[in-house]
């Protein structure tokens, strides 16, 4: 049974309608932090890609690192994607726990994004998850519209990483790998919601050991990441067209004679 998909543009309309705010539409892709959550994560978006010479790409893989900065007994994050039709896959294989929050994981310095940058590429991909420590519980979900991490503190200690990190990574392989221009193509991080999202975080839980401070999250938060790709035809393509225009013009010539 297919489940029925309330789009984040659906539910950003009719949260404005309920405030009296105007929201404004887009196209782009994004990725969106939760509702009503004080705190949200941190991301850095990068994708992965081919070199076809010059700044023409062809990419493949589109990958979201996450990160918290404090004292951390709980973390957890509902990453909906798809919202604009199908064209990612959650590839559960690749992604996982980083950092501190991992054993033998990579630990990728935190880059939370802010503003407009442009989009950061890589020929291979740079991340390894690792597995849980000892006392943490994993478990992670994906039915085909949403991915849900949970990872808590059960019997170990708590994660202390004294500095803003990563703690999971999240790729997703393109449906259709697009050849871009990477001199044209930016990713912009922002504070607020954009409708016709593509991945969306629907919601985001960081628990923190400090009774003091007893939730955590990113010191550079992102609501939103629009994702602009300047696609361009792939040479192949280029090359299909223009044979088949001189086949066309050599048989209107042959015509005419």
């Given at each position: 049974m297919t489940r029925p998909r309330l789009t984040l543009g659906t539910t950003l309309l009719l949260a404005a309608?309920?405030?009296?705010?105007?929201?404004?539409?887009?196209?782009?892709?994004?990725?969106?932090?939760?509702?009503?959550?004080?705190t949200n994560s941190g991301k850095f978006l990068y994708d992965v890609c081919d070199p076809l010479g010059g700044t023409l790409y062809s990419c493949y893989r589109t990958v979201i690192r996450a990160d918290p900065k404090g004292d951390v007994t709980h973390i957890g994050m509902t990453l909906d994607y798809d919202?604009?039709?199908?064209?990612?896959?959650?590839n559960a294989a690749l992604s996982g726990l980083l950092g501190p929050f991992a054993v033998g994981g990579s630990e990728p310095p935190a880059t939370?994004?802010?503003g407009v940058q442009p989009?950061?590429?890589?020929?291979?991909?740079?991340?390894?998850?690792?597995?849980?420590?000892?006392g943490w519980a994993l478990t992670?979900?994906?039915?085909?519209?949403?991915?849900?991490m949970d990872y808590r503190n059960v019997s170990g200690l708590p994660v202390r990483p004294g500095r803003e990190t990563?703690?999971?990574?999240?790729?997703?392989?393109?449906?259709?790998?697009?050849?871009?221009?990477a001199s044209r193509s930016t990713v912009t991080y922002s504070t607020t919601l954009v409708p016709g999202a593509t991945f969306a975080e629907l919601s985001f839980t960081c628990e923190s050991g400090d009774p003091s401070f007893p939730t955590c999250g990113s010191t550079v938060p992102s609501a939103a990441i629009t994702l602009d790709l300047a696609a361009v035809p792939e040479p192949r393509s280029v090359l299909l067209v223009a044979s088949g225009l001189l086949a066309l013009a050599g048989v209107a010539v042959r015509r005419r004679r």
């Open positions: 309608a309920a405030g009296g705010a105007s929201i404004p539409r887009t196209a782009h892709a994004i990725v969106g932090g939760g509702f009503g959550v004080p919202f604009s039709g199908p064209g990612f896959v959650f939370p994004g802010a989009l950061p590429i890589f020929t291979s991909l740079p991340d390894v998850p690792g597995t849980p420590n000892p992670v979900t994906d039915d085909g519209l949403a991915v849900t990563n703690f999971f990574v999240f790729v997703f392989d393109l449906v259709h790998p697009v050849v871009i221009d």
